[in-house]
């Protein structure tokens, strides 16, 4: 799975560096991704027809995603489907936060998850910011261990000096991902969140010293959990 | 396609529209980014001097009038910058959808392209009437063109029946409060101050009668 990526911004300067933030989580090959943001001329606005290029470009066949900025964005993005046409292609824009929906969505992407998990992720990406601030509770879910499909469950002690910050996490999307497994992270009576949800991961807002519990279930469960905790006890090899 | 008769616009004429479309919007830039600047983001007036004079730059490279109106529809959609850019990219792109490949409009064609092209908008931009917006002015303008073909009646008093619509629309959206774009974030404080996308679109019409008078 290669979800595209397409960035519509009023500004260039914008949305480059928004791409810059986003691909500092990605270690290995960034996933498609272009911009399409400014005036010709260099000035502030959108264009729909760079839009409709850029969709073109990242279309490798499993869907894209649009992220859009402020006002016209919006507009020239669906205008830019439209021109597109390909109507075999799924392409979504995205009710996202722009930064942080970015982040989330390019994380997931380059961990080869579909454009459900992208759009979803995206989506959802402001949840680490309702929570810390208290606009909304951290999600919570029932107890894993209480689950009849509980299949293997360990516990593993963050030693990294910054916690389970946005890079760990990131790091810990794509081991998790590795393996044909369900698996949740809880930190105390945080969570549980997915191990593949790097926002789910961010509302844990674990630090250094917290003992993180996987529960996991599926064919590779004891694989999963077992090298996830040692991924987090290694530090992430940061 | 039928003979010119003295009721049909040639391409030649419909080129011509949109050059004084563009010289209009030119000499009231500043007049259109005062309003913007009231209500919007004060770059109404720039953004639509910036992308009329570009379809300009491409009006002699079309043979045909749906080629013509949907070159500058594209045209529009990369040059305008704002929302005006897929607005008025959307009207004149579905306009020549409607046309076929022709040289000349009749005025009940012309009427009925525009009819394409003001519902394309409205689907764009998921405007009704009375939000204040571009709409305000071009759905009177079009009732009235429709009215006029109705009656048999024929340019030029068509397109002077429409632009008096479209200005009567323009100025009814000064008392009304915002629903769409950036405006709507000034919700009541909107009241008072003339929509400048229904200020640019009566242009439209004005260039019309500019050129069959």
Not at chain 1, 39 to 49: E, K, N, P, R, V
Not at chain 1, 137 to 163: H, K, Q
Not at chain 1, 206 to 216: E, M, N, S, Y
């Given at each position: 799975?290669?979800?595209?990526?397409?960035?519509?911004?009023?500004?260039?300067?914008?949305?480059?560096?928004?791409?810059?933030?986003?691909?500092?989580?990605?270690?290995?090959?960034?996933?498609?991704?272009?911009?399409?943001?400014g005036?010709?001329?260099?000035?502030?606005?959108?264009?729909?027809?760079a839009?409709?290029?850029?969709?073109?470009?990242?279309?490798?066949?499993?869907?894209?995603v649009?992220?859009?900025?402020?006002?016209?964005?919006?507009?020239?993005?669906?205008?830019?489907?439209?021109?597109?046409?390909?109507?075999?292609?799924?392409?979504?824009?995205l009710?996202?936060?722009?930064?942080?929906?970015?982040?989330?969505?390019?994380?997931?992407?380059?961990?080869?998850?579909g454009?459900?998990?992208?759009?979803?992720?995206?989506?959802?990406?402001?949840?680490?910011?309702?929570?810390?601030?208290?606009?909304?509770?951290?999600?919570?879910?029932?107890?894993?261990?209480?689950?009849?499909?509980?299949?293997?469950?360990?516990?593993?002690?963050?030693?990294?000096?910054?916690?389970?910050?946005?890079?760990?996490?990131?790091?810990?999307?794509?081991?998790?991902?590795?393996?044909?497994?369900?698996?949740?992270?809880?930190?105390?009576?945080?969570?549980?969140?997915?191990?593949?949800?790097?926002?789910?991961?961010?509302?844990?807002n674990?630090?250094?010293?917290?003992?993180?519990?996987?529960?996991?279930t599926?064919?590779?469960?004891?694989?999963?959990?077992?090298?996830?905790?040692?991924?987090?006890?290694?530090?992430f090899?940061? | 396609?039928?003979?010119?008769?003295?009721?049909?616009?040639?391409?030649?004429?419909?080129?011509?529209?949109?050059?004084?479309?563009?010289?209009?919007?030119?000499?009231?830039?500043?007049?259109?980014?005062?309003?913007?600047?009231?209500?919007?983001?004060?770059?109404?007036?720039?953004?639509?001097?910036?992308?009329?004079?570009?379809?300009?730059?491409?009006?002699?490279?079309?043979?045909?009038?749906?080629?013509?109106?949907?070159?500058?529809?594209?045209?529009?959609?990369?040059?305008?910058?704002?929302?005006?850019?897929?607005?008025?990219?959307?009207?004149?792109?579905?306009?020549?959808?409607a046309?076929?490949?022709?040289?000349?409009?009749?005025?009940?064609?012309?009427?009925?392209?525009?009819?394409?092209?003001?519902?394309?908008?409205?689907?764009?931009?998921?405007?009704?009437?009375?939000?204040?917006?571009?709409v305000?002015?071009?759905?009177?303008?079009?009732?009235?063109?429709?009215?006029?073909?109705?009656?048999?009646?024929?340019?030029?008093?068509?397109?002077?029946?429409?632009?008096?619509?479209?200005?009567?629309?323009?100025?009814?959206?000064?008392?009304?409060?915002?629903?769409?774009?950036?405006?709507?974030?000034?919700?009541?404080?909107?009241?008072?101050?003339?929509?400048?996308?229904?200020?640019?679109?009566?242009?439209?019409?004005?260039?019309?009668?500019?050129?069959?008078?």
């Open positions: 799975m290669t979800v595209g990526i397409v960035v519509v911004s009023h500004s260039l300067a914008l949305a480059e560096s928004a791409v810059e933030l986003a691909l500092q989580m990605v270690h290995g090959d960034p996933p498609p991704i272009r911009v399409a943001a005036t010709m001329d260099g000035g502030l606005g959108t264009d729909a027809a839009v409709m290029a850029a969709i073109g470009e990242v279309d490798g066949g499993d869907g894209v649009v992220f859009v900025d402020i006002g016209s964005a919006l507009m020239s993005a669906e205008l830019g489907i439209e021109l597109y046409g390909h109507p075999e292609s799924d392409i979504r824009i009710a996202a936060p722009f930064v942080e929906g970015l982040v989330a969505g390019v994380v997931q992407a380059v961990g080869g998850a454009i459900d998990d992208v759009a979803r992720e995206s989506e959802s990406a402001l949840k680490p910011k309702h929570a810390h601030l208290g606009v909304e509770p951290a999600p919570t879910g029932p107890d894993p261990t209480s689950g009849p499909t509980a299949e293997a469950i360990t516990e593993a002690v963050l030693v990294n000096e910054t916690g389970l910050h946005a890079r760990p996490a990131a790091l810990l999307v794509a081991e998790a991902r590795r393996f044909d497994a369900d698996i949740l992270v809880s930190n105390g009576l945080i969570g549980p969140v997915s191990a593949s949800s790097s926002i789910g991961l961010a509302t844990l674990a630090r250094k010293g917290d003992t993180l519990r996987l529960v996991a599926g064919p590779q469960a004891g694989a999963a959990v077992e090298s996830l905790a040692g991924f987090i006890t290694a530090g090899g940061e | 396609m039928g003979t010119v008769t003295s009721t049909d616009l040639t391409i030649d004429q419909l080129a011509d529209w949109l050059r004084r479309f563009a010289g209009i919007v030119e000499q009231n830039k500043s007049y259109l980014t005062d309003l913007d600047s009231a209500i919007g983001d004060a770059d109404h007036g720039a953004n639509m001097a910036r992308g009329t004079a570009a379809v300009v730059s491409h009006l002699d490279e079309a043979n045909t009038v749906d080629a013509l109106l949907k070159k500058a529809g594209m045209t529009l959609v990369s040059t305008v910058g704002g929302t005006s850019g897929p607005l008025y990219g959307t009207l004149l792109m579905k306009m020549g959808m046309t076929g490949n022709v040289t000349q409009l009749s005025t009940a064609e012309f009427a009925r392209a525009f009819r394409a092209g003001l519902d394309g908008l409205i689907a764009r931009g998921k405007t009704e009437l009375g939000d204040k917006t571009m305000d002015a071009l759905a009177p303008a079009l009732d009235a063109l429709d009215a006029s073909v109705a009656d048999g009646a024929q340019w030029p008093d068509a397109a002077a029946a429409a632009a008096a619509a479209a200005a009567a629309g323009r100025d009814a959206t000064t008392p009304l409060i915002a629903r769409k774009g950036r405006a709507s974030y000034l919700g009541e404080r909107s009241i008072g101050h003339m929509d400048p996308g229904a200020a640019s679109s009566t242009y439209l019409f004005d260039a019309l009668v500019e050129v069959l008078g």
